[in-house]
């Protein structure tokens, strides 16, 4: 497992900068560079062309493409992530800042949804044909077709607004310290982004459960008299979170780079906020630094759950 696992990390270097290197030449194709949406229009109006080029060298936006690339590369490498052409702040206080707060959204939604769409699709599997099945079907296809944003303010309006349980947004108040004081502004945004994700769990789980229920080792633990309870459960359940797990392994790094529709309308200041915004200040660094986070974290996510899968299924095994 130890070679294995070298292999996979030796093997994450190549595609980390095949990645960066396709994201920073997509930037670089976006209409203006950082000078024109860091300053004022008419600020930029009023200087002449040879304080536009000092602006732009004392920034590095006078060298090519290819010699920006390598020496924000270099720089990483170094342990050197640059300061954002924006604000002076360096990147790496402005990640620290805004991480920790999508990683606890993430982490509290991927939670929520990988609780409820396991019991509820492996109930579906177990009692497949019955009502309880149809009912969490039609569930489950509901809860694929509602948009995030409509959830999300559906869930304010009655929540926030009108019955003021939550608060509307936010992750905390000047006012408080304790964490379980504080949680009462993650329930909201992490029950509807967990809630969203529920139905694509359930449907996995379900179909997982009814395959597994259909092999041959289901049926000789049925012939041997074990009860019905400990054949779904002990049996059944375990093999069929092998693609359950599949999921989820890879939907913690999505959710952590997909969760810029939650935390504009819940106003979280996470990650995905701070990324929208480097974006459309062409801020080159940030945004780099940002993308490498979320390149490794997909890569690494790989890795887990290939290890997990072996973990789970005895049947795979990892050395292939």
């Known amino acids: 497992m130890f070679k294995y696992i070298i292999k996979k990390i030796i093997g994450m270097i190549p595609m980390l900068i095949i990645i960066t290197f396709l994201i920073y ?32 060298e004392l920034y590095g936006l006078n060298d090519p493409f290819i010699i920006r690339y390598f020496k924000w590369l270099f720089q990483i490498m170094q342990g050197n992530f640059g300061t954002s052409i924006t604000s002076g702040v360096p990147v790496s206080t402005i990640i620290g800042r805004a991480l920790p ?18 019991v509820l699709g492996v109930l579906g599997a177990i009692r497949k044909g019955t009502m309880t099945d149809n009912l969490l079907t039609f569930a489950g296809m509901i809860g694929v077709s509602i948009p995030q944003f409509f959830f999300g303010m559906v869930c304010i309006l009655i929540f926030s607004l009108n019955l003021e349980w939550l608060p509307v947004g936010g992750r905390t108040d000047p006012s408080v310290v304790n964490f379980f004081d504080r949680i009462q502004y993650l329930v909201l945004p992490s029950l509807v982004l967990g809630i969203t994700m529920t139905a694509g769990v359930m449907r996995y789980a379900r179909s997982s459960m009814l395959d597994t229920m259909n092999k041959e080792y289901i049926r000789t633990a049925r012939s041997k008299g074990i009860p019905e309870w ?11 979170l092998t693609p359950v797990i599949v999921l989820v392994g890879f939907r ?61 299924d005895p049947r795979v095994k990892l050395e292939k």
């Open 252 to 312: 913690l790094p999505t959710l952590i780079a997909g969760s810029v529709v939650i935390e504009s309308i819940f106003q979280w200041p996470g990650i995905g906020n701070t990324f929208s915004s480097a974006i459309r200040a062409s801020n080159y660094n940030l945004v780099m630094m940002i993308a490498l986070i979320f390149v490794f974290m997909v890569l690494f996510a790989s890795t887990f759950v290939d290890i997990i899968t072996a973990l789970l």
């Open 25 to 56: 030449l997509l930037l670089e194709m976006t209409p203006g560079d950082a000078v024109s949406r860091m300053m004022d229009p008419e600020a930029i109006a009023r200087l002449s062309e040879q304080e536009l080029t000092a602006i732009r």
């Open 230 to 240: 400990r054949v779904n459960l002990v049996h059944g359940f375990r093999v069929s």
């Open 101 to 118: 707060a999508t990683i606890e959204l993430a982490i509290a939604a991927l939670f929520i949804s990988t609780f409820l769409g396991s």
